[in-house]
């Protein structure tokens, strides 16, 4: 279904030059006269994106914007000014737009534009599905921003409504359990019960009979009949977690009960008939463990059916200030404080860490410095004292010889840092792109250039403490 616009213009002939133009690239545009009418339609139709000019008669673009947010909280919006009234847009951007023109505008960078905001439009309803299932206690968010977790993001939603076993790989800490909740939230089993085996956690002798269950009788010590995980997941989902560490013996008899829904308990004469969907997790690398001998190709193959790779933190540091924003709201009220965010100089600390224990150890590192902390923002000397032991990159490190093998590492991370230190600028300056710059060193326009080219929303700032 094409997406619809409204396109609040009030020169007729410029209008009609849009509408043409937006029909012509396969969109489905409305075109109305003024805010108020504009406003009107909001609310009686949805939208996924409204394109408005700053200056109209009667009321103006900017009291029509906060009217029509109201009015469809869904809608990207976009406005359109003269130079003249530029300053009008950016305070248009302050409140929520997404993007602004100035007239004259190439109908090309229009849609480039236009593509993102009904991009984003899309991620943010899609993170917002997935909040909702938190809050109903049925998952977790999925946070971050950067390009490799959107992939991540987009994995779940595909996958999710469908039966398929899923595998999640990725290091220890760097999440595999969060996306496996959400696959569950957003699955048809969602309110189905949701059984999880840490496969590494019970003796290998006892891994049978967790898994399976047994019959009374089938081994000294089995007094009763005992069902297993398999049995008691019936109708919902198991997650295996940690499956690089089932044992050999045990794999034809997990892969018996992928390819045909049924198991056997220990000691049992008759199979059962199962019906649930399997998510698998590991931090080990499958394929080598196959090639090795170690994990039958088959079952591999089996549960590989929809694959989702979990970058480590270290290869997504552009999500720090997200997740340190996500962090600190569940370690305000844990801890009894009331923490608004972490100094420039500790994000570049936080930034500066090579996080070999991913996300779970920012997690842990800035609740450690939530205790430690004595005023409302974190403070460099406050993280440095929680990231006591932490590998990090050495300040001498920058004056290496820059060899070929790390020049992509090196551009990847300054980007990461500068896209960093944009959004948090953007969150103590609360949303003023002209404060911002001026804490930055750097001109408005050369932030506001820099913002497009970070792809840096109001999403990515507003909803995060000011620091």
């Given amino acids: 279904m094409p997406a619809r616009i409204l396109v609040i213009e009030d020169d007729a002939a410029f209008q009609a030059m849009l509408l043409e133009a937006l029909s012509s690239k396969g969109y489905d545009p409305v075109g109305v006269g003024s805010a108020e009418e504009g406003v009107a339609r909001a609310r009686a139709e949805a939208f996924d994106l409204v394109i408005t000019d700053v200056m109209l008669p009667g009321m103006d673009g900017i009291e029509g914007l906060s009217r029509i947010k109201e009015a469809s909280p869904r809608s990207e919006v976009i406005v359109m000014t003269g130079y ?3 300053e009008k847009a950016l305070q248009a951007v302050r409140l929520g737009a997404y993007d602004f023109f100035t007239k004259p505008f190439s109908l090309a960078e229009m849609e480039v534009v236009i593509h993102r905001a009904l991009e984003r439009r899309e991620l943010v309803m899609e993170l917002s599905r997935l909040k909702s299932a938190m809050t109903a206690g049925r998952g977790p968010v999925i946070v971050g921003q950067s390009p490799v977790m959107r992939d991540v993001v987009d994995m779940v939603r595909r996958v999710a409504p469908l039966d398929s076993t899923v595998l999640i790989t990725g290091e220890s800490g760097a999440g595999k359990e969060v996306v496996a909740d959400a696959v569950q939230a957003l699955s048809l089993r969602a309110d189905a019960p949701f059984i999880k085996v ?7 002798n006892l891994l049978e009979s967790e898994l399976f269950g047994h019959e009374k009788g089938a081994f000294t010590g089995a007094v009763a009949l005992k069902k297993g995980k398999f049995e008691l997941a019936n109708g919902g989902t198991l997650m295996l977690d940690e499956i690089g560490d089932m044992p050999l013996f045990l794999q034809p008899k997990l892969l018996r009960a992928v390819e045909q829904k049924q198991i056997e308990r220990v000691g ?38 929809a694959a989702i ?28 404080v009331n923490l608004r ?25 800035l609740e450690r410095a939530a205790i430690l902390s004595s005023g409302d923002v974190l403070t460099a000397a406050e993280i440095s004292r929680a990231l006591d032991g932490t590998p990090r990159r050495p300040p001498e490190e920058a004056q290496a010889p820059v060899t070929a093998d790390r020049i ?30 001026r ?13 497009q080219k970070h792809r840096i ?3 990515d700032y507003g909803a995060l403490p000011a620091s």
């Fill in 84 to 86: 003249s009234a530029r």
């Fill in 198 to 204: 840490n496969c590494a956690a019970i003796p290998e």
């Fill in 268 to 305: 049992g004469a008759r199979p059962i008939d199962i019906d649930i969907r399997i998510i698998a997790a590991t931090n080990q690398d499958l394929q080598t463990l196959v090639a090795e001998k170690k994990f039958r190709a088959d079952l591999y193959y089996r549960l590989s059916v």
């Fill in 309 to 336: 790779p979990l970058p480590p933190l270290r290869d997504r540091k552009e999500d720090l200030p997200l997740l340190v924003g996500h962090f600190l709201e569940r370690i305000n009220p844990r801890v009894g």
């Fill in 341 to 365: 965010g972490v100094s420039r100089e500790g994000m570049q600390l936080l930034y500066a860490c090579d996080w070999p224990g991913n996300v779970r150890q920012l997690a842990n590192a």
């Fill in 408 to 437: 992509g590492n090196l551009r990847q991370t300054l980007q990461d840092m500068e896209r960093g230190m944009i959004v948090a600028a953007l969150q103590k300056s609360g949303g003023s792109q002209k404060d911002a710059a």
């Fill in 439 to 451: 804490l930055l060193g750097v001109s408005p326009k050369n932030l506001w250039n820099k913002i």
């Fill in 457 to 459: 929303g109001t999403a």
